[in-house]
């Protein structure tokens, strides 16, 4: 497992080069769709990536924002992330393992985990790690990938990505491609649809093709199952979005969950 783990830290640092004030507002506006306004409260960002999400947890006023990742470059762009934008915060970065996480030395008002358990190698565990950093009345934001039909076909696919560096430039093309001839097909303006990604969390659209390609280790999950896993460990669901699975031929998204600890 860990010789064909992706190496999702460099995808994130080259990612901070494309960051501009533009993506740090998308990424606080979805934020605060999620998770309400921060003020005051405690937040957690497990697999903070680049960071952009700590960032735009303080721009909704959160007190203290605590990051891990197990990646080390994605710590040190969060770091460098965090330094520049919010350097007389209260804030840490380190790294970590959600699955060895077995008793949290602190719980927190707000627990953010958005596209990474699926990617452990453990994901039931991992959510059941995550979940243990909150605190009573806490909220929980969970974002998994959706289960398809094709979610073995895509697994292959990204432990071959992961594992050989010289096919990847290929792959690449491939699903750019791809999601080229879907918009085509639909009528939509590919070009356009590239020049706007940026208003979905803030992303970058081939730094999120790649992420996608590579994302190995990888799980998904259906909706029914993990409301009734979240249920059983006393959690209420408060929000959902993209949750129903498609045919997944050409991926799937994820599924955006809030549960409430009760």
């Not at 003020?39 to 999400?53: A, E, M, N, P």
């Not at 970058?204 to 994302?215: A, C, E, K, Q, S």
């Amino acid at each position: 497992m860990k010789d064909t783990r992706y190496d999702f830290g460099n995808n994130w640092y080259d990612f901070l080069s494309k960051l501009d004030q533009t993506k740090i507002d998308s990424a606080t506006n979805e934020l605060k769709q999620l998770a309400g306004d921060l003020t005051g409260k405690t937040f957690i960002d497990i697999g903070s990536g680049s960071g952009l999400h700590s960032l735009a947890a303080f721009n909704l006023g959160a007190s203290t924002v605590t990051a891990f990742d197990y990646d080390p470059m994605s710590v040190k762009s969060t770091n460098a992330l965090l330094s520049k934008y919010v350097p007389n915060k209260q804030w840490e970065a380190t790294q970590g393992d959600i699955l060895t996480t077995l008793t949290p030395a602190a719980q927190f008002d707000v627990v953010y985990s958005y596209g990474v358990l699926h990617h452990t190698g453990d994901m039931w565990k991992a959510i059941e790690n995550a979940s243990a950093y909150c605190k009573k009345d806490s909220i929980f934001v969970l974002a998994l990938y959706v289960k398809t039909p094709f979610c073995e076909l895509w697994k292959k696919e990204k432990e071959i990505y992961s594992r050989y560096k010289t096919l990847r430039p290929i792959l690449d093309a491939a699903m750019i491609s791809l999601v080229f001839m879907r918009r085509l097909l639909s009528a939509e303006n590919p070009f356009k649809y590239i020049s706007e990604y940026e208003s979905r969390r803030g992303m970058n659209f081939f730094t999120d093709i790649r992420d996608w390609l590579g994302g190995y280790p990888y799980q998904s999950v259906a909706d029914e199952e993990l409301q009734a896993f979240m249920a059983d460990r006393g959690f209420s669901l408060m929000l959902s979005r993209n949750t129903k699975p498609g045919v997944g031929l050409l991926g799937t998204a994820c599924g955006e969950w809030v549960f409430k600890k009760g």
